[in-house]
């Protein structure tokens, strides 16, 4: 039997790596399989390097689409799916092998996976994360420091020149696109509870 496909997105900074770790602890893992599009960067000497000679990671193209799509496709037909980690290129953390097991409802997230047409093509509802963009420099400045040891000076280098530009042209036009639009300038509490319960009531619970 085919899953119940849920894509979400949203700006970077907009919470969704929260919303996401909410969501998990409300199913066993049998009940919810989680494929993130971040775990799909192409290696660093292979991305597209901006006037300053800096890789730019906010791009579509630096995603490996075809094999993001091929293992969703994999999770669908209800195989068994392994991939190493991303980390990224924060040296004090070590890849780790992660393994996606096949389950009644996949959850694909990532900034891209509405504008890849042959992904959005197989959701049954999407979602996406909305946040002022203050909220999200603020979010991304922690998150970059504190997780992926970046400095302040390059965080926000990125934001300015990588992410802002990729949001407005790749990721916000879709905002009219999705099936539901959570609000996180304050909590995503009620979208959270919202979302379980679709999915609980999908689950027969």
């Known amino acids: 039997m085919k899953p119940l496909i849920i894509g979400i997105t949203g700006g970077s900074g907009s919470g969704k790596t929260s919303f996401i ?20 960067y192409f290696p660093r000497q292979h991305q597209e390097k901006d006037d300053k000679g800096i890789e730019n990671f906010d791009l579509p193209k630096s995603i490996d689409k075809k094999a993001f799509h091929a293992d969703i496709l994999r999770l669908i037909d209800g195989q068994i799916v392994e991939r190493t980690e991303y980390t990224f290129n924060n040296k004090n953390v ?82 009219e696109d999705a099936d539901l639009v959570i609000n996180n300038n304050h909590s995503f509490e009620m979208g959270l509870k919202v979302l379980t319960g679709f999915i609980r009531d999908h689950l027969g619970q």
């Open 21 to 40: 770790k909410q969501l998990r602890e409300q199913f066993k893992l049998e009940e919810l399989c989680i494929i993130s599009q971040d775990d799909y």
């Open 94 to 175: 070590s890849p780790k092998l992660i393994t996606f097991q096949p389950a009644p409802v996949l959850i694909v997230e990532g900034i891209f996976v509405f504008h890849y047409k042959k992904v959005r093509n197989l959701l049954d509802l999407k979602i996406f994360l909305h946040a002022k963009e203050n909220l999200k420099v603020i979010r991304r400045i922690k998150r970059d420091q504190t997780e992926r040891n970046y400095p302040l000076e390059d965080v926000l280098y990125r934001y300015e020149k990588h992410v802002l530009p990729t949001f407005e042209r790749y990721i916000q036009p879709y905002t």
